[in-house]
């Protein structure tokens, strides 16, 4: 079987369905969109000049003539799934749809964020992590998944009591001030990533008293390689996860602290609706935080069963996914 996935990749997630499905003997293939950019000053003012004046993406063009590129060199595939179609336009998504007889998408974002509307009906089959998306277009459910390998509480030693990295985001900036207040009141030691643009940085400003050996804030315009962050993760009792504006799915950040066997700390009420939840590993904040407190940060993590846990596990993503029942 041939399986080809498309997408932008920007955190570098994708390239693990990809890993799996070759593990498994399938002949799979990654088309990272993310790779294509200008190659020097004048392709980016050129591209900067067209999208002013002639409403044209040619930084977009070239990243469809790419992936266009690529399916030709590949040949025919069984299944292609599309991560995020609106990266594409409706003529390239059809060119796409040539090559393959199941045309598959999966929506990272919901359509209240990314509406996609328009270029839907070309695909066999529309997965959502979005709640409020699948039960109002009937899309099929399915959540992100554990990519990260499996490892026990016992093997890790962290030094701090909580982490986070996200990208710059108002809401989110806006919470993380109550949280810091909150946290240094209690005592205790966390980290905090924020992901943006240089010009954002003036932002955050006064929002984060400076102290010594308890809290520690990075602002960077640059990414975290991905592969550099079990280890931060690995270095903390609690993993925390906030919603951006109009989220409504569960976020990689879930699944990365079930394979680290990791507390989670959240303001994403929907988490309850699931058969992992259990309020002893899992706090949902309510509006104040006044329910964060000392002893969620003391009590011991439980372990997950066995059979709940496989079922956000990558091979059983692609399994659902792709519908593979080894037929490969």
């Given at each position: ?201 003036h932002q955050l400003t006064n929002i ?121």
């Amino acid at each position: 079987m041939k399986i080809c996935i498309i997408s932008y990749d920007f955190w570098d997630y994708d390239k693990y369905i990809v890993e799996t499905l070759c593990q498994r003997g399938i002949d799979a293939h990654h088309i990272k969109i993310s790779t294509v950019t200008h190659s020097n000053f004048n392709e980016r003012a050129v591209n900067a000049l067209s999208k002013t004046f002639l409403s044209k993406n040619l930084k977009k063009e070239k990243r469809q003539k790419y992936v266009l590129d690529s399916l030709e060199k590949l040949g025919h595939q069984d299944q292609i799934l599309v991560l995020n179609p609106d990266t594409f336009d409706i003529a390239t998504l059809e060119k796409i749809r040539k090559y393959t007889d199941r045309l598959i998408t999966y929506l990272y974002d919901n359509l209240e964020r990314v509406p996609v509307e328009g270029r839907l009906h070309l695909f066999d089959k529309i997965l959502s992590f979005d709640i409020i998306d699948v039960e109002k277009h009937g899309f099929e459910k399915i959540t992100n998944y554990i990519y990260l390998p499996f490892t026990p509480k016992e093997q890790q030693n962290p030094q701090m009591d909580l982490f986070y990295i996200t990208s710059y985001d108002n809401r989110r900036v806006s919470l993380i001030k109550k949280l810091a207040k909150k946290l240094l009141a209690l005592g205790l030691k966390f980290q905090i990533m924020v992901i943006g643009k240089k010009s954002w940085k003036h932002q955050l400003t006064n929002i984060f008293i400076k102290v010594p050996e308890n809290l520690f804030l990075i602002f960077s315009i640059k990414k975290i390689p991905h592969d550099d962050l079990p280890s931060y993760y690995k270095n903390s009792k609690v993993l925390l996860d906030l919603m951006r504006e109009g989220q409504y799915g569960l976020s990689f950040r879930v699944f990365e602290a079930m394979s680290l066997e990791k507390k989670i700390i959240t303001d994403n009420e929907a988490i309850k609706s699931y058969d992992f939840y259990n309020p002893n590993n899992i706090l949902i904040l309510n509006e104040n935080i006044s329910n964060l407190d000392k002893s969620f940060f003391e009590t011991p993590y439980e372990k997950i069963p066995e059979e709940i846990y496989y079922r956000y596990t990558l091979d059983s993503w692609v399994n659902k996914v792709f519908e593979l029942n080894n037929k490969h």
